[in-house]
């Protein structure tokens, strides 16, 4: 399957629309949002800052943000310490500008600068945070069940006594799960949670086998881990594991 936009540009294809004309022409809005005005400013501000545009509320958007959006990424640049009370790009701004990520975990790289033995740790916190939950919840695995049963791929059972067997398993699964969750959090924060949970398995011996034991999305965890190694080495410190842990 292709979206619309590909389907005979990229490939031969059609494009099959799953619902009908009148619910297009009657329900669907005319235009997407723009994005600039269903997303938060605080990068895009710093950046005009950066680039010495003074009146943010009085440029000329294509697709003009709300005014109070704008306010609100200039509040909380300014509580990053980002921008003076002027609403000028400070020091820490100008710093917090040479790092290819969101103004509050630019601020989290800058401040570990001075402990490099944080750094990683910091990098990691950012990378588990960024993208995709590299965990399974217990939530995905009953949908993902759900699923199975409304589209009919679940495996057959031939006789009342299997699924007498089989049920006891899933409910063993679902308790592992939530066994597994309890394991790594930290009461004080989510963020150290995931740390937990990924310097394990950066330090696991089999890591594929520590994925299906605690409910690990493998491709995920392991992308986690290069991105902050890379990062690591492109703050030019050595790329060093997490020994922290």
Known sequence: MQRQG????VAPGHCYRLYSAAVFQQ??????????????????????KHMNIANIESFPFPSPPEKGSILAALSMLKAL???????EISALGEEMMKYPV???????????QDRLE????????ISALTGRSPIIRPEELLN????EEETGQEKDISSEEEE?????KEDEELKRCRASLNMWRDASSDALSLLRLLGAYLHADAPSYFCQQYFLR???????IVSSRRFVRWLNYEDRSFASF
């Open 6 to 9: 590909r389907a005979g540009r």
């Open 27 to 48: 329900q669907f809005p005319e235009f997407d949002v723009p994005e600039i005005c269903r997303t938060p400013l605080e990068d895009t501000v710093l950046l005009m």
């Open 81 to 87: 310490g980002a921008l003076n009370d002027r609403n």
């Open 102 to 112: 969101g103004v509050r975990y630019a601020k989290m790289v800058v401040l570990a």
């Open 118 to 125: 944080v750094l990683p740790l910091v990098v990691g916190i």
């Open 144 to 147: 993902r069940r759900l699923g």
């Open 164 to 168: 007498k067997n089989q049920e006891p």
């Open 218 to 224: 493998e491709k995920v965890g392991r992308g986690r």
